[in-house]
């Protein structure tokens, strides 16, 4: 259980930037 969690927080991290760096990005 741990160990999905440490593994779900950084996915679920890596998703949240992509998401604002593809909103930044169809700003410009």
């Avoid at 440490?6 to 992509?18: D, E, K, N, V």
Wanted: proline share 4%; net charge positive.
């Amino acid at each position: 259980m741990n160990f999905v969690m440490g593994l779900a927080i950084p996915a679920s991290f890596t998703f949240l930037a992509r998401s604002l760096t593809n909103f930044c990005w169809a700003r410009l």
